[in-house]
């Protein structure tokens, strides 16, 4: 049984940067492929990016090409999302998600194994 926490979320100005750590214990943190998703207020829950167990590969959103970054720390037990140039629709709750399922697979409806309780963002205008 995998435990995720997020950290890092908080409140930031538009055209800001955020970076969201999610740590893991009580599993095997290289036996998974590591992913970021989101929701917001009344909409359903979006992907944004995962990357490869050994950090090998990533696939990521459109919707965040170029902003969002996600990286991994293995001897940490630690994924991270670096997120630059914020907006306000970025606005919403993140969840970090570990899933045994090929990277290029993940997508927003993607059930993954283990799931964080969530950080939220916030990005005033």
């Not at 049984?1 to 955020?18: D, K, N, T």
């Not at 914020?86 to 283990?114: N, Q, V």
Request: aromatic content about 12%; overall charge neutral.
């Amino acid at each position: 049984q995998v435990q995720l926490v997020e950290s890092g979320g908080g409140l930031v100005q538009a055209g800001g940067s955020l970076r969201l750590a999610c740590s893991a214990s009580g599993g095997s943190f290289s036996d998974y492929n590591m992913g970021w998703f989101r929701q917001a207020q009344g909409k359903g829950r979006e992907f944004l990016v995962v990357i490869h167990q050994t950090g090998g590969g990533t696939t990521i959103a459109n919707s965040v090409k170029g902003r969002f970054t996600i990286s991994r720390d293995n001897a940490k037990n630690t994924v991270y999302l670096q997120m630059n140039s914020l907006k306000p629709e970025d606005t919403a709750i993140y969840f970090c998600a570990a899933g045994a399922r090929p990277h290029w697979t993940w997508g927003s409806d993607y059930e993954a194994d283990y799931w964080g309780q969530g950080t939220q963002v916030t990005v005033s205008s």
